[in-house]
């Protein structure tokens, strides 16, 4: 088996709001392959956006570590530390906010490919920045080059965002919510860009998005991970994770989650929380943090003790006392 | 057979810019029924907001309602007969203060930015009948009181926690739910809820969806909602009207909509959406994107995004005809478009 491209070991982040401390992300370990499409799906204040923005690198780790190629991001150095920087790039929500408005497209793609020296002189970057255009489907690239952001459409500037990122060759994209903000008639293209990164170029991809049924597309043949309060509840095949949930937790999400198709949608049975309010990260429930709301809450051993994930049926691994590990 | 609660007719709406009219809303007419939840679903620069705030007659001072009319009739409680008529494109003053919340209440886009943040729960609410005159005097105290916490338990708030809360002490979904009760506060008959549940988690959504059926069932009232999220139109409206370059390319039965839906636009937008049950092969989207709406393209304003569009597209704009009873399209193919758009999706599917 090939070296796993990067691995969070016991990845803890906390942050101190007003003198208290909270726990965003909650000792977190995740192994993600070269080329692997992997979502993270979850509520607002789950924590997804702090582990993909620690993978990143544009945040510290509190404790734990996390490793690109085997060193740990915290200490590398030299030219690992460039690979790894160079690596892992990151496509942000908002492509209104994360695109400089008063640069071309030609300028925002050019400063990393001349700053890195991917390219010499200005015919060659122009030549690399109009391929980078037309693997984005923005197509025909001298349309592109001299506008400036405000005057493309949303989907259009994410599609630059994700240029930008490929500019200096990454290994892995970050993307978070990176087609939330975009409409929903070309969500699917951006997605399918994505899908083709890896398949022409081996780079994987983690989205991070609170719309499951987004997550099952684009992780068709990659993995899911669902995080609630900061622990990552259950994580597996996308598919088995959305057609066979075992943990509590993702079965109400996707009882609740509402279908474009009127009779699927009025016909679903959304299964009943015990409580309807996420807790306040700054009183995170003991034990495991869904008790005060799981359906099948079970005593005491939900409220004392913190569920570890373990391998559970098709193929996912849940974090529950009541899912029976599985004996492979 | 009723007359409906609100009829819209012709409507046309347009904003002025540097760079010329923009014409957000074209002739666009629609029924919202005695009782019946609407969906107007469609991208960004639809013109579906323009709609919302038209009817409330909120719009800013760039736009310009430049025809059409919007007629509302009130329901007498018991009688099957509609009571007065008003035309609202023609109140001025008070009247119109008396339309807006008494007769038609609106659930603005982006509750977090809805409430005004140095003022209580309870503030809000007394403002609101002040505003509107609604239980003046003395007795405005303890009535108001009493009719508030009966609204905020219905939409499942604690009143006691929520009363002398401030906005920021409320998470996203329990402001969205205070907007709900305090757009019921003067009894509206008719309710127009912009986006109410985008930027809210998945469990919060369906808690106000359920909210909302369940006040519906209730209080009675019609609901307009406005909306890019086709789940929600499926899960709460109808009737659902498609709309592209403001105008209602297509309008029917919540069900026949999704199911048989004829318009070339709508049944891309269904294709798009991914849904849990769904096959990676079934998904496809629009190719283009939504077009400038000061320069509109010529004839069918989808034509430069759609693969049926012939010559005829490109020259006339089709009207919206009934294709079967109830169900009304503008489409000049649409005897064969699901059928074409069926063999075009099957050659160009990526492997």
């Known amino acids: ?328 | 057979m009723t007359e409906p609660t609100l009829s819209v007719r012709d409507l046309s709406i347009v904003y002025q810019a540097r760079r010329g009219q923009v014409q957000a809303v074209r002739n666009l007419s629609f029924d919202v029924e005695r009782g019946e939840a609407v969906a107007l679903i469609g991208e960004s620069g639809s013109g579906k907001t323009t709609v919302g705030l038209g009817l409330m007659r909120l719009l800013p001072a760039t736009a310009n309602i430049v025809g059409g009319s919007i007629v509302y009739r009130r329901h007498v409680n018991g009688s099957s007969s509609a009571g007065r008529e008003t035309e609202v494109l023609k109140l001025q003053g008070n009247g119109l203060r008396q339309f807006r919340w008494r007769e038609c209440a609106m659930v603005f886009q982006s509750a977090l930015n809805a409430l005004n943040p140095v003022l209580r729960i309870s503030e809000h609410f007394a403002d609101t009948a002040k505003a509107h005159g609604y239980l003046s005097g003395y007795r405005q105290g303890t009535a108001l009181r009493e009719r508030s916490w009966r609204l905020l338990s219905m939409v499942r708030l604690d009143p006691e926690r929520v009363w002398h809360s401030f906005p920021h002490e409320l998470s996203g979904g329990m402001r969205q739910r205070v907007l709900i009760a305090l757009a019921l506060l003067l009894e509206p008959q008719l309710l127009i809820l912009d986006e109410p549940t985008t930027a809210l988690d998945i469990l919060t959504q369906r808690n106000i969806m359920e909210v909302l059926k369940e006040l519906r069932d209730k209080l009675g009232f019609s609901m307009l909602f406005i909306s890019h999220d086709l789940a929600l139109a499926a899960e709460l409206a109808d009737r659902v009207a498609t709309v592209y370059a403001g105008k209602i390319i297509e309008i029917g039965d919540v069900r026949t909509v999704f199911r048989r839906p004829y318009h070339p636009y709508t049944i891309g937008l269904i294709k798009a959406v991914p849904t849990l049950t769904s096959d990676k092969s079934s998904l496809v989207s629009v190719p283009g994107s939504p077009p400038d709406l000061i320069q509109l393209p010529t004839g069918c304003k989808f034509h430069p995004r759609c693969p049926l569009a012939d010559e005829r597209s490109q020259r006339e704009e089709p009207a919206l005809i009934e294709v079967e009873p109830g169900h009304h399209v503008a489409c000049w193919h649409w005897t064969h478009a699901r059928e074409a758009l069926k063999s075009y999706q099957a050659e160009t599917q990526i492997p």
């Open chain 1, 1 to 328: 088996m090939s070296e796993p491209l990067i691995t969070l070991e016991h990845v803890t982040r906390t942050f101190t709001v007003k003198g208290q401390t909270i726990k965003a992300v909650d000792d977190v370990n995740l192994t993600i392959p070269e080329g692997e499409m992997l979502c993270l799906v979850g509520e607002s204040g789950c924590g997804k956006t702090t582990t993909g923005k620690m993978i990143a690198g544009l945040l510290p780790t509190s404790t734990g570590r996390i490793l690109y190629r085997g060193k740990d991001i915290a200490t590398i150095a030299g030219n690992d530390r460039k690979a790894y920087r160079l690596g892992v790039q990151m496509v942000h929500q908002d492509p209104y906010a994360s695109l400089n408005p008063t640069q071309t497209i030609y300028d925002i793609l050019a400063a990393p490919l001349q700053h890195h020296r991917f390219t010499r002189g200005e015919s060659e970057t122009k030549r690399r920045i109009c391929q980078l255009l037309e693997i984005v489907d923005l197509t025909p690239p001298d349309d592109f080059l001299e506008k400036y952001p405000h005057q493309l459409s949303g989907g259009q500037r994410q599609r630059v965002s994700v240029a930008r990122a490929l500019t200096v060759l990454p290994t892995f994209i970050v993307a978070d919510e990176a087609v939330s903000m975009v409409d929903v008639s070309i969500r699917i293209s951006l997605l399918n860009m994505f899908a083709r990164l890896k398949d022409e170029m081996g780079v994987g991809v983690l989205l991070i998005t609170h719309d499951l049924a987004l997550a099952k597309y684009f992780a068709w043949e990659g993995r899911i991970g669902v995080m609630y309060l900061g622990r990552l509840v259950e994580i597996g095949p996308a598919r088995e994770v959305v057609e066979h949930p075992q943990h509590p937790y993702t079965q109400v999400l996707l009882s609740a989650i509402p279908e474009a198709d009127p009779e699927a949608t009025r016909a679903k049975q959304p299964i009943k929380l015990r409580s309807a309010d996420m807790p306040s990260l700054l009183r995170v429930p003991s034990g495991c943090t869904f008790h005060p709301r799981c359906p099948v809450f079970a005593g005491e051993v939900c409220e004392k003790i913190v569920p570890p994930l373990k391998k559970a049926d098709w193929g996912s691994e849940a974090a529950c006392h009541l899912v029976q590990a599985h004996e492979s």
